[in-house]
T-cell receptor, first 116, second 116 residues
Framework: DVKVTQSSRYLVKRTGEKVFLECVQD?????MFWYRQDPGLGLRLIYF???????EKGDIPEGYSVSREKKERFSLILESASTNQTSMYLC???????????????FGDGTRLSIL | RKEVEQDPGPFNVPEGATVAFNCTYS??????FFWYRQDCRKEPKLLMS???SGNEDGRFTAQLNRASQYISLLIRDSKLSDSATYLC?????????????????FGQGTILTVHP
């Protein structure tokens, strides 16, 4: 089974802090994703990466950046946390790239981030 | 118009009932389709892929209608444990540039509650 591990289940930070959310997958997948999920808004894609050092903006990238230095790890960075970034953050992986069209995504457990 | 639309429900049904969810998608170039299940405060998990000819997995049947651009999920003999949010997911090919694998687009989900 695919294992996607997020570093924290619950996290509380203060406004203005730089926040790092880490995600690791063990299936050698090329594709990795960061979403946030809010009541009434569903899952929204923040950023995704289809290879090491490659990244593309999703639907709501503002206020976020990402890092993919190693294939198994995809980090989401809140440069200066704000209260409207309080949310559930979900990491996912998918692959391999050449057969990705028929592959589902596998999610981590999620990180509930609160910005005070 | 949203790329993927679902009736948010909630659907409240008694145990043993048959319930059906529909989902419409706007991108005719969509290539693959999935149903995910999400329990309260948990990550989405793949329920089943949806194939062109329709497919069944136990009490669950998924169908795809490309001409009308909708997919459906039928649950027979509902169980209490079926209570969850069901997410319709579509994989579309980018129209211009970007990566070749496409990205998954999630509907907002349909809430199902099965009661005794």
């Amino acid at each position: 089974d695919v294992k996607v591990t997020q570093s924290s289940r619950y996290l509380v930070k203060r406004t203005g802090e730089k926040v790092f959310l880490e995600c690791v997958q063990d299936m050698d997948h090329e594709n990795m994703f960061w979403y946030r999920q809010d009541p009434g808004l569903g899952l929204r894609l923040i950023y995704f990466s289809y290879d090491v050092k490659m990244k593309e903006k999703g639907d709501i990238p503002e206020g976020y950046s990402v890092s993919r230095e190693k294939k198994e790890r995809f980090s989401l960075i809140l440069e200066s946390a704000s209260t409207n970034q309080t949310s559930m953050y979900l990491c996912a992986s998918r692959g391999p790239r050449d057969r990705a069209l028929n592959q589902p995504q596998h999610f981590g457990d999620g990180t509930r981030l609160s910005i005070l | 118009r949203k790329e993927v639309e679902q009736d948010p429900g909630p659907f409240n049904v008694p145990e043993g009932a048959t319930v059906a969810f529909n989902c419409t998608y706007s991108n005719s170039a969509s290539q693959s389709f999935f149903w995910y299940r999400q329990d309260c405060r948990k990550e989405p998990k793949l329920l089943m892929s949806v194939y062109s000819s329709g497919n069944e997995d136990g009490r669950f049947t998924a169908q795809l209608n490309r001409a009308s651009q909708y997919i459906s999920l039928l649950i027979r003999d509902s169980k209490l444990s079926d209570s969850a949010t069901y997410l319709c997911v579509v994989n579309s090919i980018p129209v211009t540039g970007g990566t070749s694998y496409g990205k998954l687009t999630f509907g907002q989900g349909t809430i199902l509650t099965v009661h005794p």
